[in-house]
């Protein structure tokens, strides 16, 4: 079950929100008081209420907005149960001063805003004894192992447990909470009104993870990435797995650098059968595998891994969707060794995805010239690749066949900047640009104009998203489906 918060500082806004949610399907709502903004009337809230409801009253120290005193707070949050509320949420340090009356049932809450105690166990121990029907914790998610700690506590607790770890790292804790037994999770009511760091909205939860739907049999994929709240690879994957009828979930998975070996140690415990990988992690992970295709050995990187019992599977979808772009646009056999012979290209970038494509062209015979506005890193993947590379200042000097921008350069929402003059272009060019939120960038348009041949990233981005599709599931992916749902993403609505 998802209880969406509300926060709201007229009680005619909280009301008319609170029937809404209700008609739309929501079990459990959160009546956070402590964003009303005059006197509370608890009458109007709860006499006539349309569903189940938590009252809550934060202070601000627990991350609320309750400005009046603490003596008006605990009053309320007793007339709150007197009233007949069907959950009161009180914090752990209180609850001895407000007594449990009628069928309202006790939530006892902790708060943590800077990290996640090393005392999980003894703290929810003490919170259980508080006469508490539900013990719920949040904390901040500083490393992923507190995610596992606090799904690791909900699993094992003998009084029904809420743990959320909040921030950008811990939304897997919302996502699978009822996967681990908590007896609702938390979701706010729009994307502006978030609550608690890394909350998610009750669409979101509903819409794009299913969250009622996932449950012990669920199969679960991600992606790694730092940061990773910007990733589009859960809708599409995830819209996948509901077209193909496939009981699994995708899930954001935020893994900083140096919390890798810890992801990679536990994920198959948490029910993780593949994931994509991007920034900062293609080249470290390829570590971590039995067994890795021939293409991500060659580049040094991976971006998918498919776990198979023990064995952990690596990949390169970048580079086979690349390839296949390039080699359709140029009308060359697919997967020929010389398919590209003779090809001058000019690679923007020295990322993981340059690497890839750099490779990838230099197996098939292109001439790859590589260059980046830190121009040793161009150097040292030119080294590494067997390629040129020059000075960021001279990439308008060559003439290339194909132009391939794989720097940010245009991604959103720096959408009025193009890594190369307009002028430049002529028709005789292929411009790929590998950058799929737009996916109508300046240099695509620049292209268009020139009337260049051109790729865009949103080819690529559905290409290696279907070829991870495949190697997670067995199954051809719904590439069309995929393809309008990114689009749908990235596209702006037009104002009129």
Request: charged fraction near 25%.
């Amino acid at each position: 079950m998802i209880c969406v918060s509300l926060g709201r500082s007229r009680h005619k806004r909280m009301i008319a929100e609170h029937k809404y949610l209700v008609e739309q399907g929501a079990q459990l709502v959160e009546l956070r008081l402590d964003y009303i903004g005059r006197a509370i009337n608890l009458g109007r809230l709860l006499n006539d209420r349309p569903g189940p409801v938590v009252i809550t009253a934060r202070r601000r120290e627990d991350g609320g907005r309750w400005m009046r005193s603490e003596d008006e707070r605990l009053t309320v949050l007793r007339s709150s149960i007197a009233a007949g509320a069907d959950y009161v949420d009180i914090e752990a340090d209180v609850a001895s001063q407000i007594p449990r009356y009628g069928n309202t049932k006790r939530i006892i809450s902790y708060h943590d805003f800077s990290g996640t105690p090393d005392n999980l166990k003894e703290l929810h121990e003490a919170m259980s004894e508080e006469d508490a029907d539900i013990v719920k914790i949040a904390s901040m998610a500083n490393t992923f192992d507190d995610n596992l700690r606090m799904m690791n506590l909900v699993q094992n607790a003998k009084v029904p447990t809420i743990g959320i770890c909040m921030g950008e790292m811990g939304m897997v804790t919302r996502i699978l909470a009822n996967r681990v037994g908590s007896p609702f999770t938390y979701a706010t009511f729009s994307v502006d009104k978030k609550m608690a760091p890394g909350q998610l909205n009750w669409k979101e939860m509903n819409d794009l993870y299913h969250y009622e739907e996932i449950n012990q049999d669920t199969a679960i994929f991600g992606v790694i990435a730092d940061p990773v709240a910007h990733s589009h690879s859960p809708l599409i994957h995830n819209a996948a797995f509901r077209d193909a009828n496939i009981n699994a979930c995708y899930l954001p998975f935020r893994v900083a650098a140096d919390d890798l070996p810890c992801f990679m140690e536990n994920c198959a415990g948490l029910g993780v059968h593949g994931i994509s990988i991007t920034i900062p992690h293609k080249e470290k992970s390829i570590e971590y595998c039995t067994q890795a295709e021939s293409s991500a050995t060659g580049i040094g990187a991976i971006n998918t891994m498919v776990f198979h019992d023990d064995d952990k599977l690596g990949y390169n979808t970048d580079y086979r969707a690349a390839m296949d772009c390039i080699e359709q646009t140029f009308d060359v056999e697919r997967g020929a060794e010389e398919s590209l012979k003779g090809k001058k290209t000019l690679i923007l970038g020295a990322g993981g995805v340059a690497r890839a494509l750099a490779w990838g062209l230099r197996q098939r015979h292109a001439e790859v010239t590589l260059t980046s506005r830190t121009f040793e890193r161009a150097q040292i993947l030119a080294a590494e690749i067997g390629c040129r590379s020059i000075e960021w200042e001279e990439r308008h000097s060559l003439k290339p066949h194909l132009l391939v921008n794989c720097t940010p350069v245009g991604m959103h929402p720096d959408v009025d900047r193009s890594p190369y003059d307009a002028a430049q272009l002529n028709e005789y060019m292929v411009v790929f640009d590998t950058v799929y939120n737009p996916e109508n960038t300046l240099l695509i348009k620049h292209a268009k104009q020139a009337n260049s041949r051109f790729i865009t990233g949103v080819d690529m981005f559905v290409r290696q998203a279907a070829y991870q599709f495949k190697l997670f599931t067995g199954k051809e992916a719904p590439s069309l489906l995929m393809r309008q749902t990114i689009k749908q993403a990235t596209n702006p609505v037009q104002l009129h």
